[in-house]
């Protein structure tokens, strides 16, 4: 055992939203993203930020471009030189991106230690996101909000080839139409946003989950365990005698739904297929069908990348730094 090859640690800069996913899905798509984000373009300047190998960059950027969210674009010929744009596509994502710096900050950073903080150019203040109802304009919270299938609902058939891993956001979406797996398609992984989706949408028992889903029960089991000890749900004891669990939402996990809800509303947007949402929010309050807008919490005025700037905040860090003295010891 010993000689065996010790699997590389991939390191990569200390984020809010590096850690969110960490929880909710995979990182370096949205990473690159978020680079972009903050005006970089240029393949080095990018590499050099994230510290991100240069192939795993070559090839996220290769995917990002594929799906539309960056734009590959000459900027000086012999040699030729390219850099990376924002779509519209991926402008749209800003309050996805945003969202999950909130839940980050409030959930994952240490002593409130925030990796970043953005300041709202339009009021001055320090920026933080809160979602409100497209109809009302009042916040969104999940208890103000009930779901409806949308004309996109529905299942679409399962590939016949069975795919590389378990987790691949095809898998998923092969059996549940979900603008956030669609979503994390592109930028993370989805079984996990799919127990938390179910659990949000009142399925509590791991059968009821596991039949929802269509999962399988070793990845359920393994899901619904990384999700209780990261603290988005808890076991409650439902029955004695066999004893029998449920899984229940913390707080933690409730105020991961602004950012599921502006995934879902960008995979609405630009994955719907043509073929509508697959779910459709209903607010209770307005008892409207409404869209999730990204508002600023001091000034309430919707939230655009170009009114927002950023500075290193007191745990700015690079993990990665910290992560290659702890591997060298
Ligand atoms: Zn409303
Ligand atoms: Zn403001």
């Known amino acids: ?14 984020s809010s939203v590096a850690r969110t996913l960490a929880i909710v899905g995979d990182t370096w798509a949205f990473l690159v993203l978020r680079a972009c984000f903050f005006g ?15 192939n795993v960059l070559s090839s996220r950027l290769e ?10 674009v000459l900027y000086q010929e012999r040699p030729n030189r390219y850099e990376y744009r924002l779509t519209e596509k991926a402008r ?9 710096i909130r839940w980050g900050d409030d959930w994952c950073a240490d002593d409130g230690a925030v990796p970043l903080i953005l300041k709202h150019e339009t009021c001055g203040k320090r920026l933080l996101v809160d979602m409100v109802c497209s109809e009302c304009e009042e916040d ?20 016949q080839k069975r795919r590389r891993r378990s987790s691949n956001p095809d898998s998923y979406e092969a059996v549940r139409a979900c603008s956030v797996a ?13 127990v938390i989706r179910e659990a949000f949408f009142g399925a509590h028992r791991f059968d009821e989950i596991q039949a929802n889903l269509g999962i399988a029960r070793n990845i359920l089991t393994d899901r619904l365990r990384a999700l209780t000890t990261n603290g988005i749900l808890e076991r409650r004891l439902y029955q004695n005698r066999p ?5 229940r939402v913390t707080d933690k ?20 297929e043509g073929k509508g949402k697959p779910v459709e929010l209903m607010h209770r309050v307005c008892q409207k069908t409404f869209s999730p807008i990204a508002v600023c919490h001091e000034c309430r005025e919707p939230v655009y990348a170009k009114d927002v700037s950023y500075a290193d905040g007191p745990g700015a860090v690079h993990r990665s730094a910290e992560d290659a003295t702890a591997a060298a010891e």
Do not use: H
Not at 40 to 54: C, M, P, V, W, Y
Not at 140 to 159: C, Q, T
Not at 243 to 247: A, G, K, L, N, T
């Open 92 to 100: 749209d994502l800003y309050p996805s991106l945003l969202a999950m």
């Open 182 to 194: 669609r979503t994390l398609k592109i930028i993370g992984d989805p079984w996990t946003i799919g």
């Open 63 to 72: 995917d990002l471009v594929q799906n539309e969210v960056l734009e590959k």
């Open 1 to 14: 055992m010993a000689a065996r090859d010790t699997p590389e640690v991939p390191s990569f800069p200390n």
């Open 40 to 54: 970089l373009r240029r393949f080095d300047e990018i590499q050099k930020s994230l510290g991100i190998a240069r």
């Open 140 to 159: 969104i919270n999940a208890r103000v909000v009930k779901f409806r299938d949308g004309p996109g609902a529905g299942r679409s058939p399962r590939p």
């Open 253 to 272: 996990g409730l105020a991961l739904y602004p950012s599921l809800i502006a995934l879902m509303r960008w995979g609405d947007t630009w994955l719907d």
């Open 243 to 247: 004893q029998r669990y449920e899984y």
